[in-house]
Protein backbone atom coordinates (compact mmCIF):
# COMPACT_ATOMS: atom_id res chain seq x y z
CA UNK A 1 0.00 0.00 0.00
CA UNK A 2 1.48 3.55 -0.69
CA UNK A 3 -0.39 6.79 0.02
CA UNK A 4 -0.01 10.72 -0.14
CA UNK A 5 -1.91 13.55 0.42
CA UNK A 6 -1.64 17.06 -1.78
CA UNK A 7 -3.22 20.44 -1.34
CA UNK A 8 -3.95 22.38 -4.47
CA UNK A 9 -5.17 25.93 -5.00
CA UNK A 10 -8.33 27.75 -6.72
CA UNK A 11 -7.50 29.87 -9.30
CA UNK A 12 -9.89 33.03 -10.73
CA UNK A 13 -9.78 33.72 -14.71
CA UNK A 14 -9.26 37.62 -15.01
CA UNK A 15 -9.94 35.84 -19.22
CA UNK A 16 -12.58 33.57 -19.16
CA UNK A 17 -12.68 29.98 -20.49
CA UNK A 18 -16.18 29.46 -21.75
CA UNK A 19 -17.06 27.23 -24.47
CA UNK A 20 -14.99 23.62 -25.68
CA UNK A 21 -14.43 22.91 -29.29
CA UNK A 22 -14.16 19.31 -27.66
CA UNK A 23 -16.58 17.82 -24.90
CA UNK A 24 -14.42 14.80 -24.18
CA UNK A 25 -10.78 15.84 -24.56
CA UNK A 26 -11.93 19.16 -22.27
CA UNK A 27 -10.34 21.35 -25.09
CA UNK A 28 -10.96 25.38 -24.86
CA UNK A 29 -12.60 27.91 -27.51
CA UNK A 30 -9.92 29.99 -26.09
CA UNK A 31 -6.83 30.99 -24.37
CA UNK A 32 -7.66 31.94 -20.90
CA UNK A 33 -5.76 33.56 -18.36
CA UNK A 34 -5.81 33.29 -14.39
CA UNK A 35 -4.65 33.94 -10.71
CA UNK A 36 -3.61 31.19 -8.68
CA UNK A 37 -4.80 32.04 -4.52
CA UNK A 38 -2.98 31.47 -1.71
CA UNK A 39 -3.11 27.75 0.05
CA UNK A 40 -3.43 29.33 3.17
CA UNK A 41 -7.22 30.55 3.04
CA UNK A 42 -8.67 27.72 0.49
CA UNK A 43 -7.84 24.88 -1.07
CA UNK A 44 -8.75 21.26 -1.47
CA UNK A 45 -6.26 18.51 0.45
CA UNK A 46 -6.05 15.05 -1.03
CA UNK A 47 -4.99 11.48 -0.36
CA UNK A 48 -5.16 8.87 -2.84
CA UNK A 49 -4.18 5.50 -1.23
CA UNK A 50 -3.25 2.93 -3.45
CA UNK A 51 -3.41 -0.79 -2.73
CA UNK A 52 -3.53 -4.69 -4.53
CA UNK A 53 -6.49 -4.98 -1.75
CA UNK A 54 -8.07 -2.53 -3.57
CA UNK A 55 -10.34 -4.26 -6.82
CA UNK A 56 -11.89 -0.74 -7.60
CA UNK A 57 -11.24 2.74 -7.51
CA UNK A 58 -13.37 4.76 -4.96
CA UNK A 59 -13.95 8.65 -4.48
CA UNK A 60 -15.15 10.52 -1.33
CA UNK A 61 -15.90 14.40 -1.60
CA UNK A 62 -16.43 16.48 1.48
CA UNK A 63 -17.13 13.13 3.42
CA UNK A 64 -19.57 11.71 1.25
CA UNK A 65 -18.81 8.81 -1.59
CA UNK A 66 -19.16 9.94 -5.34
CA UNK A 67 -19.66 8.65 -7.97
CA UNK A 68 -16.14 7.29 -9.25
CA UNK A 69 -17.08 5.73 -12.38
CA UNK A 70 -17.36 9.38 -13.91
CA UNK A 71 -15.98 9.02 -16.87
CA UNK A 72 -13.61 12.56 -16.38
CA UNK A 73 -12.15 10.98 -13.30
CA UNK A 74 -11.48 7.46 -14.98
CA UNK A 75 -9.90 9.52 -18.03
CA UNK A 76 -7.47 10.62 -15.65
CA UNK A 77 -6.45 8.12 -13.85
CA UNK A 78 -6.03 6.11 -16.93
CA UNK A 79 -3.56 9.18 -18.47
CA UNK A 80 -2.09 8.95 -15.53
CA UNK A 81 -1.51 4.95 -15.50
CA UNK A 82 -0.34 5.75 -18.95
CA UNK A 83 2.56 7.74 -18.19
CA UNK A 84 3.59 5.93 -15.05
CA UNK A 85 3.85 2.81 -17.44
CA UNK A 86 6.32 4.79 -18.96
CA UNK A 87 8.19 5.02 -16.00
CA UNK A 88 7.70 1.32 -15.30
CA UNK A 89 5.97 2.32 -11.72
CA UNK A 90 4.57 -1.00 -10.03
CA UNK A 91 1.56 0.93 -8.49
CA UNK A 92 0.20 1.71 -12.24
CA UNK A 93 -1.53 -1.50 -11.55
CA UNK A 94 -3.03 -0.69 -8.44
CA UNK A 95 -6.47 0.75 -7.84
CA UNK A 96 -7.26 3.71 -5.60
CA UNK A 97 -8.90 5.19 -2.50
CA UNK A 98 -9.53 9.04 -2.97
CA UNK A 99 -10.46 11.20 -0.47
CA UNK A 100 -10.74 14.81 -1.25
CA UNK A 101 -11.93 17.94 1.49
CA UNK A 102 -12.57 21.82 0.19
CA UNK A 103 -12.32 24.43 2.85
CA UNK A 104 -14.25 25.98 1.73
CA UNK A 105 -18.32 26.07 -0.52
CA UNK A 106 -17.96 23.41 -3.34
CA UNK A 107 -19.90 24.09 -6.39
CA UNK A 108 -21.02 27.47 -5.42
CA UNK A 109 -18.59 28.76 -8.48
CA UNK A 110 -15.79 29.56 -6.58
CA UNK A 111 -13.73 27.66 -8.43
CA UNK A 112 -13.93 23.93 -6.31
CA UNK A 113 -13.93 21.66 -8.92
CA UNK A 114 -10.30 22.94 -10.52
CA UNK A 115 -9.06 23.10 -6.49
CA UNK A 116 -10.46 19.43 -6.70
CA UNK A 117 -8.79 17.93 -9.54
CA UNK A 118 -5.50 19.86 -9.41
CA UNK A 119 -5.21 17.98 -6.07
CA UNK A 120 -5.71 14.37 -6.94
CA UNK A 121 -3.65 14.79 -10.26
CA UNK A 122 -0.65 16.50 -7.89
CA UNK A 123 -1.15 13.52 -5.42
CA UNK A 124 -1.53 10.82 -8.51
CA UNK A 125 1.84 12.25 -10.16
CA UNK A 126 3.43 11.94 -7.18
CA UNK A 127 1.86 8.11 -5.84
CA UNK A 128 2.85 7.12 -9.70
CA UNK A 129 5.82 8.94 -10.33
CA UNK A 130 4.53 10.92 -13.06
CA UNK A 131 7.17 13.73 -14.13
CA UNK A 132 6.60 16.74 -16.05
CA UNK A 133 3.57 19.04 -17.47
CA UNK A 134 0.67 17.51 -15.69
CA UNK A 135 -1.86 20.31 -16.75
CA UNK A 136 -3.36 17.95 -19.87
CA UNK A 137 -4.25 15.66 -17.55
CA UNK A 138 -5.67 17.41 -14.61
CA UNK A 139 -7.46 19.38 -17.69
CA UNK A 140 -9.14 16.29 -18.85
CA UNK A 141 -11.21 16.81 -15.14
CA UNK A 142 -12.36 20.04 -14.97
CA UNK A 143 -11.30 22.44 -17.76
CA UNK A 144 -9.97 25.23 -15.41
CA UNK A 145 -8.06 22.87 -12.93
CA UNK A 146 -5.65 22.94 -15.31
CA UNK A 147 -4.69 26.62 -14.31
CA UNK A 148 -4.49 25.12 -10.73
CA UNK A 149 -1.19 23.18 -11.29
CA UNK A 150 0.48 26.11 -11.07
CA UNK A 151 1.10 29.07 -9.13
CA UNK A 152 1.30 32.85 -9.57
CA UNK A 153 -0.40 33.87 -12.80
CA UNK A 154 -0.84 31.53 -15.22
CA UNK A 155 -2.05 31.08 -19.28
CA UNK A 156 -4.29 28.14 -20.67
CA UNK A 157 -3.32 27.58 -23.94
CA UNK A 158 -6.04 26.20 -26.23
CA UNK A 159 -3.86 24.51 -28.33
CA UNK A 160 -3.86 23.65 -32.27
CA UNK A 161 -3.92 20.03 -31.99
CA UNK A 162 -6.90 17.60 -32.27
CA UNK A 163 -5.55 15.24 -29.65
CA UNK A 164 -5.42 18.49 -27.54
CA UNK A 165 -1.16 17.62 -26.41
CA UNK A 166 -0.59 20.89 -27.23
CA UNK A 167 -3.39 22.55 -24.62
CA UNK A 168 -2.08 22.87 -21.68
CA UNK A 169 -0.86 25.90 -18.60
CA UNK A 170 1.86 27.74 -18.39
CA UNK A 171 3.22 30.17 -15.91
CA UNK A 172 3.39 34.03 -17.19
CA UNK A 173 4.81 35.15 -13.94
CA UNK A 174 5.49 33.42 -10.24
CA UNK A 175 3.70 34.30 -7.22
CA UNK A 176 6.17 36.48 -6.01
CA UNK A 177 6.14 38.54 -9.42
CA UNK A 178 3.21 40.50 -7.99
CA UNK A 179 3.73 40.77 -4.12
CA UNK A 180 1.07 43.57 -3.63
CA UNK A 181 -1.88 41.96 -5.41
CA UNK A 182 -4.52 40.95 -2.64
CA UNK A 183 -7.86 39.52 -3.27
CA UNK A 184 -11.32 40.19 -2.05
CA UNK A 185 -13.92 37.68 -2.41
CA UNK A 186 -17.70 38.95 -1.20
CA UNK A 187 -19.52 35.96 -0.82
CA UNK A 188 -23.20 36.70 -1.68
CA UNK A 189 -24.35 33.20 -1.94
CA UNK A 190 -22.48 30.28 -0.96
CA UNK A 191 -25.31 27.19 -2.18
CA UNK A 192 -24.53 25.18 -4.79
CA UNK A 193 -25.23 27.07 -7.96
CA UNK A 194 -28.39 25.75 -10.20
CA UNK A 195 -26.39 25.93 -13.91
CA UNK A 196 -23.04 23.83 -13.66
CA UNK A 197 -20.67 25.64 -15.75
CA UNK A 198 -20.09 22.49 -17.71
CA UNK A 199 -24.03 22.16 -18.91
CA UNK A 200 -24.36 26.54 -19.23
CA UNK A 201 -20.78 26.08 -21.71
CA UNK A 202 -22.26 23.56 -23.62
CA UNK A 203 -25.58 25.58 -24.07
CA UNK A 204 -24.02 28.98 -24.90
CA UNK A 205 -21.86 26.98 -27.79
CA UNK A 206 -25.07 25.63 -29.40
CA UNK A 207 -27.02 28.97 -28.99
CA UNK A 208 -24.79 32.22 -28.68
CA UNK A 209 -23.61 33.78 -31.98
CA UNK A 210 -21.96 36.57 -29.60
CA UNK A 211 -19.63 33.72 -28.46
CA UNK A 212 -18.26 33.24 -31.38
CA UNK A 213 -17.60 36.78 -32.33
CA UNK A 214 -16.05 36.86 -28.26
CA UNK A 215 -13.86 33.99 -29.36
CA UNK A 216 -12.71 34.82 -32.59
CA UNK A 217 -12.57 39.05 -32.52
CA UNK A 218 -11.88 39.88 -28.80
CA UNK A 219 -10.22 37.06 -26.85
CA UNK A 220 -7.25 36.97 -28.81
CA UNK A 221 -6.21 40.56 -28.62
CA UNK A 222 -6.98 40.71 -24.72
CA UNK A 223 -5.10 37.92 -24.10
CA UNK A 224 -1.96 39.49 -25.63
CA UNK A 225 -2.78 42.54 -23.91
CA UNK A 226 -3.11 41.41 -19.96
CA UNK A 227 -0.03 39.08 -20.44
CA UNK A 228 1.72 42.45 -20.79
CA UNK A 229 -0.55 43.98 -18.12
CA UNK A 230 0.47 41.06 -15.59
CA UNK A 231 4.10 41.55 -16.82
CA UNK A 232 4.73 45.08 -16.25
CA UNK A 233 2.48 45.43 -13.24
CA UNK A 234 0.14 47.80 -14.62
CA UNK A 235 -2.98 47.47 -12.47
CA UNK A 236 -4.89 50.30 -14.61
CA UNK A 237 -5.07 47.79 -17.86
CA UNK A 238 -5.18 44.72 -15.95
CA UNK A 239 -8.55 45.90 -14.17
CA UNK A 240 -9.99 47.09 -17.24
CA UNK A 241 -9.60 44.02 -19.03
CA UNK A 242 -10.33 42.20 -15.91
CA UNK A 243 -13.72 43.99 -15.76
CA UNK A 244 -14.28 43.89 -19.55
CA UNK A 245 -14.00 40.25 -20.05
CA UNK A 246 -16.16 39.53 -16.77
CA UNK A 247 -19.02 41.73 -18.26
CA UNK A 248 -18.65 40.12 -21.83
CA UNK A 249 -18.58 36.56 -20.49
CA UNK A 250 -21.99 37.26 -18.40
CA UNK A 251 -23.22 39.04 -21.64
CA UNK A 252 -22.46 35.70 -23.37
CA UNK A 253 -24.37 33.79 -20.31
CA UNK A 254 -27.76 36.31 -21.27
CA UNK A 255 -27.27 35.60 -25.32
CA UNK A 256 -27.55 32.07 -24.59
CA UNK A 257 -31.11 30.39 -25.53
CA UNK A 258 -32.46 30.16 -22.65
CA UNK A 259 -30.34 32.50 -20.75
CA UNK A 260 -28.20 31.68 -17.93
CA UNK A 261 -28.34 34.22 -14.85
CA UNK A 262 -25.58 34.07 -12.64
CA UNK A 263 -24.98 37.42 -11.22
CA UNK A 264 -27.86 38.47 -9.13
CA UNK A 265 -28.94 42.22 -7.72
CA UNK A 266 -26.32 42.38 -4.96
CA UNK A 267 -23.38 41.12 -7.68
CA UNK A 268 -24.75 44.36 -9.83
CA UNK A 269 -24.59 46.55 -6.94
CA UNK A 270 -21.20 45.51 -6.08
CA UNK A 271 -19.80 45.95 -10.17
CA UNK A 272 -21.82 49.83 -10.00
CA UNK A 273 -20.16 50.49 -6.53
CA UNK A 274 -16.59 49.57 -7.65
CA UNK A 275 -17.25 51.49 -10.84
CA UNK A 276 -18.14 54.66 -8.25
CA UNK A 277 -15.24 54.11 -6.15
CA UNK A 278 -12.66 53.73 -9.06
CA UNK A 279 -14.42 57.20 -10.53
CA UNK A 280 -13.45 59.25 -7.27
CA UNK A 281 -10.22 58.26 -7.19
CA UNK A 282 -10.05 58.93 -10.40
CA UNK A 283 -8.24 55.66 -12.01
CA UNK A 284 -8.88 52.08 -11.42
CA UNK A 285 -8.30 50.81 -8.01
CA UNK A 286 -10.33 47.47 -7.12
CA UNK A 287 -11.26 45.11 -10.40
CA UNK A 288 -14.25 42.81 -10.07
CA UNK A 289 -14.37 39.48 -12.09
CA UNK A 290 -17.46 36.98 -11.21
CA UNK A 291 -17.41 33.11 -12.75
CA UNK A 292 -20.26 30.92 -12.96
CA UNK A 293 -22.05 32.63 -9.42
CA UNK A 294 -23.05 35.88 -7.68
CA UNK A 295 -20.16 35.57 -5.76
CA UNK A 296 -17.55 38.88 -6.37
CA UNK A 297 -13.90 38.49 -6.93
CA UNK A 298 -12.06 41.82 -6.12
CA UNK A 299 -8.39 42.25 -7.30
CA UNK A 300 -6.94 45.41 -5.24
CA UNK A 301 -3.50 46.43 -4.49
CA UNK A 302 -2.32 46.06 -0.35
CA UNK A 303 -2.52 49.70 -0.09
CA UNK A 304 -6.12 50.42 -0.96
CA UNK A 305 -7.58 47.31 0.87
CA UNK A 306 -8.04 48.88 3.90
CA UNK A 307 -10.17 52.05 2.22
CA UNK A 308 -11.97 49.81 -0.23
CA UNK A 309 -12.64 47.17 2.81
CA UNK A 310 -14.55 50.40 5.07
CA UNK A 311 -16.45 51.06 1.92
CA UNK A 312 -17.71 47.53 1.90
CA UNK A 313 -18.80 47.89 5.55
CA UNK A 314 -20.17 50.66 5.08
CA UNK A 315 -22.50 49.65 2.59
CA UNK A 316 -23.03 45.91 3.48
CA UNK A 317 -23.61 46.61 7.56
CA UNK A 318 -22.04 43.72 9.53
CA UNK A 319 -21.28 43.00 13.02
CA UNK A 320 -17.42 43.54 12.60
CA UNK A 321 -16.07 41.61 16.03
CA UNK A 322 -17.59 38.31 14.40
CA UNK A 323 -14.87 36.03 13.29
CA UNK A 324 -17.11 34.47 10.81
CA UNK A 325 -17.32 37.31 9.00
CA UNK A 326 -13.71 37.94 7.75
CA UNK A 327 -12.19 34.71 6.56
CA UNK A 328 -8.25 34.73 5.62
CA UNK A 329 -5.62 36.88 5.83
CA UNK A 330 -6.71 40.02 8.57
CA UNK A 331 -8.43 43.40 7.48
CA UNK A 332 -7.80 46.79 8.77
CA UNK A 333 -10.35 49.44 8.79
CA UNK A 334 -9.84 53.04 7.38
CA UNK A 335 -11.24 56.42 8.12
CA UNK A 336 -13.46 57.52 5.01
CA UNK A 337 -13.40 61.11 3.18
CA UNK A 338 -17.12 62.61 3.47
CA UNK A 339 -17.26 61.82 -0.64
CA UNK A 340 -17.31 58.17 0.10
CA UNK A 341 -19.27 57.82 3.51
CA UNK A 342 -21.68 59.64 0.50
CA UNK A 343 -21.03 56.76 -1.49
CA UNK A 344 -21.80 54.35 0.61
CA UNK A 345 -25.37 56.63 2.15
CA UNK A 346 -26.48 56.08 -1.61
CA UNK A 347 -25.43 52.35 -1.63
CA UNK A 348 -26.75 51.14 1.54
CA UNK A 349 -30.55 50.94 0.50
CA UNK A 350 -29.67 49.66 -3.05
CA UNK A 351 -27.89 45.94 -2.04
CA UNK A 352 -28.53 42.63 -0.56
CA UNK A 353 -26.43 41.31 2.50
CA UNK A 354 -23.09 39.66 2.07
CA UNK A 355 -22.36 36.09 4.11
CA UNK A 356 -19.02 36.62 4.45
CA UNK A 357 -15.64 37.79 3.16
CA UNK A 358 -12.34 36.09 2.44
CA UNK A 359 -9.04 38.16 2.04
CA UNK A 360 -6.51 36.30 0.25
CA UNK A 361 -3.30 37.13 -2.05
CA UNK A 362 -1.85 35.40 -4.46
CA UNK A 363 -0.24 31.94 -4.09
CA UNK A 364 1.95 28.71 -5.41
CA UNK A 365 0.92 25.89 -6.99
CA UNK A 366 -0.04 22.39 -5.49
CA UNK A 367 2.44 20.87 -2.46
CA UNK A 368 3.00 17.47 -1.45
CA UNK A 369 2.21 16.83 2.11
CA UNK A 370 3.15 13.62 2.92
CA UNK A 371 5.04 11.67 -0.03
CA UNK A 372 4.29 7.85 -1.18
C1 LIG B 1 -16.70 30.59 -15.45
O1 LIG B 1 -13.62 24.43 -15.62
O2 LIG B 1 -15.70 24.42 -14.19
O3 LIG B 1 -15.09 29.60 -14.03
O4 LIG B 1 -14.31 22.29 -17.98
O5 LIG B 1 -16.75 21.83 -17.86
O6 LIG B 1 -15.32 21.43 -15.85
P1 LIG B 1 -15.54 22.25 -17.11
O7 LIG B 1 -15.82 23.75 -16.63
P2 LIG B 1 -15.08 24.63 -15.54
O8 LIG B 1 -15.47 26.10 -16.06
C2 LIG B 1 -15.00 27.26 -15.47
C3 LIG B 1 -15.69 28.43 -16.05
C4 LIG B 1 -15.43 29.77 -15.38
C5 LIG B 1 -14.34 30.55 -16.12
C6 LIG B 1 -12.92 30.16 -15.88
O9 LIG B 1 -12.58 29.66 -14.80
O10 LIG B 1 -12.11 30.42 -16.80
Aim: aromatic share 8%.
Amino acid sequence: MAFVTCIAPVNIAVIKYWGKRNEELILPLNDSISCTLSTEQMCARTTVVASTRYNENKFWLNGKEENSNSPRLINCIKDIKEKAEKVESEASKLNVHICSENNFPTAAGLASSAAGYAALIAGLASLYGVKGDISAIARKGSGSACRSVLGGWVRWHKGELADGSDSIATEIAPASHWPEMRILILVVNDARKKHSSTSGMKQSVKTSAFLKYRVEKIVPERTDQMVKAIKTKDFETFAKLTMQDSNQFHSTCLDTYPPIHYMNDTSHAICDLVHAYNNIKGCNKVAYTFDAGPNACLYMLEQDVPEFFTLIMNVFPSDLDSVEYVKGMPLKVSVLSEQLKELADNYRHNTGALKYIIHTCVGDGPQVLREP
